[in-house]
T-cell receptor
Framework: GAVVSQHPSRVICKSGTSVKIECRSLDFQATTMFWYRQFPKQSLMLMATSNEGSKATYEQGVEKDKFLINHASLTLSTLTVTSAHPEDSSFYIC????????????FGSGTQLSVL | QKEVEQNSGPLSVPEGAIASLNCTYSDRVSQSFFWYRQYSGKSPELIMSIYSNGDKEDGRFTAQLNKASQYVSLLIRDSQPSDSATYLCAVNTGGFKTIFGAGTRLFVKA
């Protein structure tokens, strides 16, 4: 399958700081990227959908000013958690899709965020 | 509200048995269906895709689709302890918008 790279895999930060997570499609053009969060033993929760060159569409209840998403190119999307708090601690996962992969979604390896 | 429903499990099967995972979806116009496997602490991995009614086999995995009943299933033959994971059913509802089920936890006993 196609490869989606996500960095960092784990980050620990102090409350109040901002954390940037990168998601890259390595061997296809990702027209659309999705960002999810997942709490232990719970299902994926879609946070937002981003299309290259346009503003992200956020799911209901997700604060767009807190979770900044940028999809500046067909291979890179970033999620910035601003002014992180302990309740933002979670597993964040990106996925990417594009015409070259026939609507299939491929996932990054995830980022475990721990806010102290 | 477009939904994808799965039994959360856990589904427990002995090693070597067939594991049967089921999924129903609400949006009749859905055309693409996927099964993902997620190990604890890891991100989902695509294992099967199916687009037309009937069965699709890939190694020990068989996906079954019945659009009239809005039903997708995944069979795992000769289950192994390494198959123990959460299996996510996913339905593409147009463009790249994919709805995920909550997942079924499978436990294969050695």
């Amino acid at each position: 399958g196609a490869v989606v790279s996500q960095h960092p895999s784990r980050v620990i930060c102090k409350s109040g700081t901002s954390v940037k997570i990168e998601c890259r499609s390595l061997d296809f053009q990702a027209t659309t990227m999705f960002w999810y969060r997942q709490f232990p033993k719970q299902s994926l929760m879609l946070m937002a959908t981003s299309n290259e060159g346009s503003k992200a569409t956020y799911e209901q209840g997700v604060e767009k000013d807190k979770f900044l998403i940028n999809h500046a190119s067909l291979t890179l999307s970033t999620l910035t958690v601003t002014s992180a708090h302990p309740e933002d601690s979670s597993f964040y996962i990106c996925s990417a899709g594009g015409r070259q992969v026939n609507e299939k979604l491929f996932f990054g390896s995830g980022t475990q965020l721990s806010v102290l | 509200q477009k939904e994808v429903e799965q039994n959360s499990g856990p589904l427990s099967v002995p090693e070597g048995a067939i594991a049967s995972l089921n999924c129903t979806y609400s949006d009749r116009v859905s055309q693409s269906f996927f099964w993902y496997r997620q190990y604890s602490g890891k991100s989902p991995e695509l294992i099967m895709s199916i687009y037309s009614n009937g069965d699709k086999e890939d190694g020990r995995f068989t996906a079954q689709l019945n659009k009239a009943s809005q039903y997708v299933s995944l069979l795992i033959r000769d289950s192994q302890p390494s198959d123990s994971a959460t299996y996510l059913c996913a339905v593409n509802t147009g463009g790249f918008k994919t709805i995920f089920g909550a997942g079924t936890r499978l436990f294969v006993k050695a």
